[in-house]
């Protein structure tokens, strides 16, 4: 069983760093987003990857089965000089940086 919560838990993050890449992928071009990058690094929420249609709705933390938040979850998204991803950093919640097991 506990086996499962981390294999779903390294599905979750799986699927939100493919959204937040996605995302970069798409608004690369975008003034607005370029003018949030800093140091080649721009900080994001889920919330704004479910606000503009890349991740789905609840989030659910796969050891309590409860709702995280998607205000909750930050990330981190360092780019090269062409703003593409280089990678990309869940920097909280703790159990969604922790989950490989």
């Not at 838990?9 to 800093?38: M, P, Q, W």
């Not at 703003?83 to 097991?101: D, G, Q, R």
Request: proline residues 3%; positive net charge.
């Amino acid at each position: 069983i506990e086996q499962s919560k981390v294999s779903d838990c390294n599905s979750l993050v799986g699927n939100i760093k493919t959204a937040a890449n996605e995302y970069v992928s798409d608004n690369r071009y975008n003034s607005t987003f370029v003018d949030s990058v800093s140091n080649n690094k721009v900080n994001i929420t889920a919330n704004d990857l479910i606000n503009n249609n890349y991740l789905t709705s609840p989030i659910i933390n796969p050891f309590t089965k409860k709702e995280i938040k998607a205000n909750d979850i930050s990330i981190e998204i360092v780019l090269n000089s062409n703003y593409t991803v280089e990678s990309i950093t869940i920097t909280k919640p703790n159990v969604l940086k922790k989950c490989k097991k």
